[in-house]
């Protein structure tokens, strides 16, 4: 009987080393690195699934989601995308959207509270669509503290990325173009990057176009940054985008609670938070102190309250 052949792979949460036999390849271990569930995947395949996630009526979902915000238009999107590919109400997240929408329209008219319900369930497309990608188990949310917490001075604290020694080429998305990215410097060749990107600060995830998350995502030096901070770049990595230039980052400690907040020209905030062994994104509207739709993290009057710290700055 021949030996069987073993296999370097990476856990899909931390990003260390797992040596696996290909026998094996698709079951779910727990990581003896972070202790994590993570599905074994050869780098070819982990590309595929990432592909399949983002297709279809997921993809629509998770760009109308993007700002946290639910217009009337992105309604009429769904409703059509949903017409001319009926087959994506039968897998899901059709079949959770496609009854509300269904609902909905009956009457000829989207009140409301049919808004306010087709946002909460967007709200956790995104969050489940991130913990799927993540290869993470979904749990039961957390319920939501409602007792007040004042964030101090010392648990707040803006990003300063690590410093790495790495240079590679990054294709575009079009394939016809290649880019130089040195992390040294997180620095790239892009248009995007050096009309928006340039006069950031060293070492910001204002800095970060979409090929040099991609650079990141394929280093090794990944290892150097944080789960909410990997949080983020594969959320970037996810929608195929770098992060906004004009946001500024802090991490945030709430009550032991890790989170990285975003600071921009807009009144929303991002908040990315440690939550249920995984990772989830929300966002804080900052003139009127209210969660995105109602959906809020554990702790949310300590992050609150850390945001309103920052923009009083």
């Known amino acids: 009987m021949s030996a069987s052949e073993m296999l370097k ?3 899909l949460h931390c990003h260390e080393p797992i040596e696996a036999a290909r026998e094996i390849l698709g ?10 569930p993570t599905e074994l995947r050869e780098r070819a395949a ?8 983002e297709s279809g009526f997921l993809r629509i979902c998770r760009e109308i989601w993007s700002d946290g915000e639910l217009t009337s238009e992105e309604v009429w999107l769904m409703a059509e995308w949903l017409n001319d590919n009926p087959d ?24 409301e509270g049919e808004m306010r319900s087709l946002a909460v369930t967007l709200a956790g497309i995104e969050r489940e669509s991130s913990r799927r990608a993540q290869g993470i188990a979904v749990k039961p949310p957390a319920v939501l503290s409602k007792s007040t917490y004042i964030v101090r001075k010392q648990d707040i604290a803006e990003v300063a990325l690590p410093e790495l020694s790495y240079k590679t080429r990054i294709r575009s998305s079009d394939g016809n173009s290649e880019y130089e990215v040195d992390l040294g410097e997180y620095k790239c060749e892009c248009r995007d990057w050096l009309s928006k990107r340039s006069s950031n600060q060293p070492r910001t995830l204002g800095r970060c176009c979409k090929h ?5 995502m394929e280093s090794e030096d990944i290892i150097k940054f ?20 004009n946001d500024q980052w802090f991490t945030v400690q709430v009550k032991g609670a890790r989170g990285l907040i975003s600071l921009g020209m807009g009144d929303w905030s ?17 003139q009127e102190k209210r969660w995105s739709y109602g959906e809020a993290p554990e702790n949310e009057s300590g992050f609150a309250s850390a945001i309103g710290n920052l923009a009083a700055r």
């Open 9 to 11: 792979l990476k856990c």
């Open 27 to 36: 079951t779910v271990i727990d990581c003896v690195h972070c202790g994590h």
């Open 46 to 53: 982990e590309g595929a699934a990432r592909s399949a996630i």
């Open 88 to 111: 994506d109400c039968a897998v899901w997240p059709g079949t959770v959207v496609f009854p509300l929408l269904q609902n909905a329209f009956s009457d000829g008219v989207v009140t």
């Open 212 to 216: 040099v998350v991609a650079a990141l």
């Open 226 to 245: 944080g789960p909410v901070f990997r949080a983020v770049l594969d959320d970037c990595d996810d929608r195929g985008r770098g992060t906004d230039p």
């Open 270 to 286: 991002n908040v990315f938070v440690e939550e249920n062994d995984s990772w989830a994104r929300y966002s804080y509207h900052r």
